[in-house]
């Protein structure tokens, strides 16, 4: 079945970065899209960006162009979401989450199950 | 950015109950919108995209309906499991951008 297994939580301090990674398996890899959506604790969602898996063109929210950096290893079948610049309202759980479509972000068909980064001191 | 409205914030609501969500878009954009439901300490599962159409294996109690700016789901006879936050997320303009989110309670 299809399947987005994430890595595991994280504590980092301020300043620091953090990556979180996300494997598919189930399908083929480059046919979908995957984006990356973030939720601290007790709030909304909150969409980062998002990959074309094929060519690995991205596109990212605004408030997080210059510290997020999203890219993909296709023959690993993975995906990568790096945040720099931690700060204490970037605790949160990260989602990956896949598309329906291959080359553009609509929304999220299949989602991993989380990975917690607590940013504190 | 396109501002997702959801009302109420907080539902509450028996078994059995028939019940809506609404969700108001600060820009107009047709039929671009998807629904969510969460449950504590979970991932998200999509229900509905295109704002009427309903996601495989989701089961038909659930509906979706609107366009423009207003948009609805309808859940028509609450379950036990249906208790959980649900969530409208835009997909017409970059970025996309959610709902705050309705909780629906066991009254």
């Known amino acids: 079945q299809v399947q987005l297994l994430q890595s595991g939580a994280e504590v980092k301090k301020p300043g620091a970065s953090v990556n979180v990674s996300c494997e598919a398996s189930?399908?083929?890899?480059?046919?979908?899209?995957l984006h990356w959506v973030r939720q601290a604790p007790g709030q909304s969602l909150e969409w980062m960006g998002w990959?074309?898996?094929?060519?690995?063109?991205?596109k990212y929210s605004q408030k997080f162009q210059g510290r997020v950096t999203i890219t993909r290893d296709a023959s690993a079948r993975k995906s990568y979401m790096a945040l720099s610049s931690l700060r204490s309202e970037d605790t949160a759980v990260y989602y990956c989450?896949?598309?329906?479509?291959?080359?553009?972000?609509?929304?999220?068909?299949?989602w991993g199950e989380g990975t917690t980064v607590i940013v504190s001191s | 950015d396109i501002q997702m409205t959801q009302s109420p914030s907080t539902l509450s609501a028996s078994v059995g109950d028939r019940v809506t969500i609404t969700c108001r878009a600060s820009?107009?954009?047709?039929?671009?919108l998807a629904w969510y439901q969460q449950k504590p300490g979970k991932a998200p599962k999509l229900l509905i995209y295109?704002?009427?159409t309903l996601q495989s294996g989701v089961p038909s109690r659930f509906s979706g309906s609107g366009s423009g700016t207003e948009f609805t789901l309808t859940i028509s006879s609450l379950q036990p499991d249906d208790f959980a936050t649900y969530y409208c997320?835009?997909?017409?303009?970059?970025?996309?951008?959610f709902g705050q989110g309705t909780e629906v309670e066991i009254k």
């Open positions: 989450a896949r598309d329906f479509s291959p080359g553009f972000y609509y929304y999220m068909e299949v």
């Open positions: 189930g399908y083929t890899f480059i046919n979908y899209g």
């Open positions: 990959i074309n898996t094929d060519n690995g063109k991205t």
């Open positions: 820009q107009s954009f047709s039929d671009w």
């Open positions: 295109k704002a009427s």
């Open positions: 997320q835009q997909y017409y303009r970059s970025p996309l951008t």
